[in-house]
């Protein structure tokens, strides 16, 4: 608990032993008297209540957990330099500018590219990455622990403490592993989320050329 929490616990504690001693100690009973002591049960309850969330509003981080796997990048060999920058630039920012530890991209039946602590496991999407990709959203599982579903991600990397997986439409996903607990931060991701649209317009527009114009009738 953070130390202002602590100090707003004890002042509400102490508001209200001294509440319940003044009720105690009193003589009698008028209407003055029970109008401060609801006045005094709400100043303390309310103080109690601040500290609580004031805990909960701050929690401490969880600490940086020791994964397998080896530092690399893997890409598939039949990317275009547009995709292959693309994916270079993309993973290369999620890594370094927040607290990702593995990047992931499969599209299409591919894992099209690996970076961070890799592993040389057989990713195929289970339950949670497919609903990830029909709903076209995105999911950040704060802690994997908490989750049945959470072997689906050892391909990725064994033992991820977190994940956070944005869709690439009905094609694919972002597999974002991190370091511990609770450690992608809500900017962390709309950044990942907005990335995750630029990088399949890129992937479709590769289709859209190789599939050419289409001819009048």
Known sequence: MPAQARIVLVWGLLIL??????????????PELQRAEVLSAVAAVSLLLVAVLWTRADPRSAARQELGGEQGLVL????????RDELGWGSHMLLTATAASTVLVYWQGTVLLRR?????????????????????SSVSLVSTALFPGR???DPVLDALPSVLICSLGGDG????????????SRSDERWAEGWAVRLRTALQGIHSVADGPVPPV
């Open 17 to 30: 032993v001294m509440a319940v001693l003044n009720t105690v100690m009193a003589q009698s009973v008028t």
């Open 76 to 83: 598939a060999s039949d990317l275009s330099d547009a995709v």
């Open 116 to 136: 961070g602590l890799i592993s040389d496991g057989d990713f195929h999407p289970g339950t949670i990455c497919r609903r990830v990709m029909q709903k076209n």
């Open 151 to 153: 072997g689906e991600f």
């Open 173 to 184: 996903v972002v597999v974002i592993g991190g370091w511990s607990e609770r450690c992608f």
